[in-house]
């Protein structure tokens, strides 16, 4: 009985001090795979150094559900999230973030165009490109035409299975010119037409899910081009030797974003932790890890040239970029969503 | 007297037995089932965001245009939603009936919050498509207590906004019948083959000597003990274009192309098989393990062929191993989600595809809680079938 008690007790005490211990810390969420290693390098770990604020992390796939579950129950696990802009565009008019107090991070006019928002304020300028293996293709495709012509360059297409971007390629493969993309993606007619486009290479698209796949894919000869987030392709190219090439014709500029879902428990702690990352010296270190640009414009002049030519946002890959437009996919991300399944199903 | 109460007392203890059990299953299963399926026709977060407003619009009689009560309750609930940044889960609700309704609900819903609260008439200059009477009229029915719009959804049917009959959904939004049709397509499909294949292994397994039985039957209940995650994994490498399976055709010379084997239906089946096998086998082999030779023989002696011997006399007796069997297959392979998701193209995914789609990506969990809703509905209905079969079987047995 006593020894029953002492355990009981002993186990009591152990609950009391990791409950305390999880108190003094705060719990931080990405998207796991290389990514959240570099964060855990360039944020997590320099961060507990310098303020003593122990970091928990956890690793999702962008579950917007797994964010309302905490929220509805006022049970909120996460302090601080790594979020894409879909999820903003919903999760923020829905309430599942708390509205951000820029005077507690950063001054908003410090950061990149369209990357301080009301719930979410930008940590990397991630982008959308198209990838090819050099050893298939020599002289490999160069626009998202090319993407779209099978007789040039045959062989099977990579693409995400979500409706975004691949309806805006998919107009601009078939002609409409850059600016005018959402404008007609906004007409019934222009989205059979990205539909029809489409179409044209439906049965040689292999689609992938996760962001770790398209380079496997196209190492595996699977696929002869594949569209790709930037910084995965380029971890493959540099650390990996991978015979890959980036086209950067209509890379769809987008943002990753830092959220504190709304009743998070360390609110303190957290905007601690967002203005610690947002500051330019060390957001510039994590453009070293894994090739995305950063969001704080002071941060370019901290990056080394040679690193600075593989980001996105260096002038020679700046030439015709489609700015993705969060609102539009916000308004109609659902009604497209339900098509492009129904399509993908037939 | 003292027996009965004797064997009263045992069945107490029995039953104290089992009733940890019966407390964790209502606890842990029943009860969040439960909960979770009522979504599939109740919004029990609709009369908590906007309670005013639910109770004035469920007053109204639903003609004509709406009463000053319903357009105050409106615009005051919605400033309210606004104001704690609730406003898009009504929105979401109402472009549920139609995808329109989410920008109106939040044109409204900005203009309510203003500093000066609007008047009603001009909240509805503020977003036009309020003035007309058949938004009103569909959104009184987003407001219903009750609703089947998402249970009609997994049909591929909704209410006409107007008249609020039922009606087929557009032709590129439906995807649900397909969905179901393929979904049992592919169960019975992998059913009839596991059945192929698990019947005549039963048959000559049962046949050797118990050492050999021993042996064999770990070889069939190995890939049971490898996670399914891992074995679909497994195929994905061994199946791919440049994978284990299309180099060895290629290197023979017996195809010049790979074949595509990944991300199609057949790749999905092939696998689906490889794991649903033992559970068809099992209840096969232990039926067949329990019929004695004797009936066989006395057949043969009697002069029958042994087609017919096997036909009226051996296959009778296996049957219900057989029903058992296919049912348990039947019913495991409607539930299926890792291995079409990793195996199948898009166009082989199941019904849970999009339980999971629309629970962790749309976090629409009414959709969801519809959908698991409609797969349970199937699976009871088999199994209702299924255990009127079993008196009709054994029948035959004798």
């Avoid at chain 1, 579950?69 to 601080?80: L, M």
């Avoid at chain 1, 950063?106 to 198209?130: N, Q, Y």
């Avoid at chain 1, 640009?293 to 370019?300: E, R």
């Avoid at chain 2, 998701?341 to 009414?366: E, F, I, R, T």
Wanted: charged share 15%.
């Amino acid at each position: 009985m006593t020894i029953g008690r002492k355990i009981a007790l002993a186990s009591l005490g152990l609950m009391l001090a990791t409950g305390s211990a999880l108190a003094e810390g705060i719990t931080i969420t990405s998207w796991g795979g290389t990514y959240q290693d570099g964060q855990r390098v360039t944020y997590f770990e320099p961060f507990a150094a310098k303020t003593g604020i122990k970091v928990t992390e956890e690793t999702y796939s962008g579950e917007l559900a797994k964010i309302k579950a905490q929220v509805d129950s006022g049970d909120v696990v996460w302090d601080v999230v790594d979020v894409d802009s879909n999820m903003i565009a919903t999760g923020c008019d829905e309430g599942l973030f708390e509205v951000l107090d820029y005077s507690r991070i950063l001054d908003r006019s410090k950061f990149v165009e369209g990357a301080a928002t009301d719930c979410a304020v930008g940590t990397i300028v991630v982008t959308t490109v198209a990838a090819y293996d050099k050893t298939v293709f020599p002289e490999g495709p160069e626009t998202v035409a090319d993407f779209f012509d099978l007789n040039k360059f045959p062989g099977k297409r990579g693409l995400w299975k979500r409706p975004y971007v691949n309806l805006e390629w998919a107009l601009i493969a078939d002609g409409v010119p850059m600016a005018d993309v959402y404008k007609v993606l906004s007409t019934p007619e222009g989205v059979d037409r990205a539909f029809a486009k489409l179409d044209t290479i439906k049965d040689q698209i292999v689609w992938w899910e996760a962001g770790a796949q398209p380079a496997q894919l196209l190492a595996d000869k699977e696929v002869a081009v594949t569209s790709a987030w930037s910084g995965r392709i380029q971890t493959a190219i540099s650390q990996e030797k991978k015979p890959f090439e980036v086209v950067w014709d209509a890379q769809a500029l987008d943002f990753n974003f830092w959220a504190i879902p709304r009743g998070a428990k360390n609110l303190d702690k957290a905007y601690a932790f967002i203005a610690f990352a947002s500051d330019a010296p060390v957001m510039a270190t994590q453009s070293k890890v894994s090739a995305y640009g950063p969001t704080n414009n002071d941060a370019m002049q901290h990056i080394a040239p040679e690193v600075q030519a593989t980001l996105p946002t260096a002038p020679d890959h700046m030439k015709n970029p489609l700015v993705y437009d969060a609102k539009f996919w916000g308004a109609n991300g659902e009604a497209l969503t339900l098509r492009f399944n129904n399509w993908l199903a037939k | 007297m003292a027996i009965l109460s004797a064997a009263g007392v045992q069945k107490a203890r029995l039953a104290g037995l089992v009733l940890p059990l019966l407390a964790f299953m209502a606890a842990f299963f029943f009860l969040p089932v439960g909960h979770l399926l009522m979504r599939a026709v109740q919004e029990p977060e609709l009369s908590q965001l906007a309670p005013n407003l639910q109770r004035e619009i469920r007053a109204w009689d639903g003609t004509g245009m709406p009463p000053e009560m319903v357009l105050v309750s409106f615009r005051d609930d919605l400033a309210a939603l606004q104001r704690d940044r609730r406003a898009a889960v009504v929105a979401k609700r109402a472009a549920a009936v139609d995808p329109a309704y989410r920008e109106m609900i939040m044109t409204a819903a900005r203009a309510a919050s203003a500093e000066h609260a609007p008047t009603p008439e001009s909240l509805l200059d503020a977003a036009p498509l309020l003035q007309d009477p058949a938004t009103w009229a569909a959104l009184r029915r987003v407001f219903a207590p009750f609703t089947d719009s998402y249970l009609l959804a997994t049909v591929d049917r909704t209410r006409d906004p107007a008249t609020g009959s039922v009606v087929p959904v557009a032709p590129n939004e439906a995807i649900f019948v397909d969905t179901l049709a393929r979904t049992l397509g592919i169960s019975l499909a992998v059913t009839l083959i596991c059945l192929l294949l698990a019947y005549p292994l039963a048959y000559v397994i049962v046949r050797q000597t118990t050492t050999v039985q021993a042996i064999m039957l770990t070889f069939v209940l190995l890939p049971f003990w490898t996670s399914i995650l891992v074995r679909s994994a497994a195929w994905l490498v061994l199946l791919q274009t440049h994978g284990v399976v299309n180099d060895a055709l290629m290197s023979l010379s017996l195809v010049s192309e790979p074949l595509q084997l990944v991300y199609s239906r057949a790749g999905t089946i092939l696998a689906m098989v490889h794991i649903q096998l033992p559970f068809t086998f099992l209840p096969i082999y232990s039926v067949m393990k329990s019929i004695p030779d004797d009936y066989a023989r006395a057949a043969s002696s009697l002069g029958a062929r042994p087609s017919y011997v096997f036909s009226r006399v051996y296959l009778p007796m296996t049957l219900p191993g057989v029903a058992a069997g296919c049912l348990l297959t039947f019913i495991l392979c409607l539930g299926y989600y890792i291995t079409p998701a990793l195996l199948g193209g898009p166009s082989d995914q199941m019904l849970s595809y999009y339980v999971a789609y629309y629970l962790n990506l749309n976090v629409n969990w009414s959709m969801a809680a519809a959908v698991s809703l409609v797969l349970l509905i199937i699976t009871l209905v088999i199994y209702v079938v299924y255990v009127r079969m079993v008196p009709i079987l054994h029948q035959t047995e004798r």
